[in-house]
């Protein structure tokens, strides 16, 4: 069974950075694209960076563009999220995802989520 384990997430203040990485257990890594989603408070989930499976390939929404960086370490199982210059508007709950696209239209698995509070 395949696990999905986020962290890096916290309080950081406006303009400050912070590195979200997401451990994958229980299936091939490399065979998988992956990506990173976020789900402001009372708001759906978006995608916010995907990746494909060698990492030559990387999608980001405009809303990060210049500022967000997703990067994948096939031999660590572990895909990361570089975020700068972060924004009030960027506090949520940042998930990881599996799926079958590096753009994640479709996604295989979930993490549980890691909560990402940016203060002004």
């Known amino acids: 069974q395949v696990q999905l384990v986020e962290s890096g997430g916290g309080l950081v203040q406006v303009g400050g950075s912070l590195r979200l990485s997401c451990a994958v257990s229980g299936r091939t890594f490399s065979n998988y694209d992956a990506g990173w989603f976020r789900q402001p408070p009372g708001k759906e989930r978006d995608f916010v960076a995907g990746i494909s499976r060698s990492g030559s390939s990387t999608y980001y929404a405009d809303s990060v563009k210049g500022r967000f960086t997703i990067s994948r370490d096939n031999a660590k199982n572990t895909v990361y999220l570089q975020m700068n210059s972060l924004k009030p508007e960027d506090t949520a709950i940042y998930y990881c995802?599996?799926?079958?696209?590096?753009?994640?239209?479709?996604?295989?698995?979930w993490g549980q989520g890691t909560q990402v509070t940016v203060s002004s």
């Open positions: 995802a599996l799926c079958h696209s590096s753009r994640c239209s479709n996604v295989r698995s």
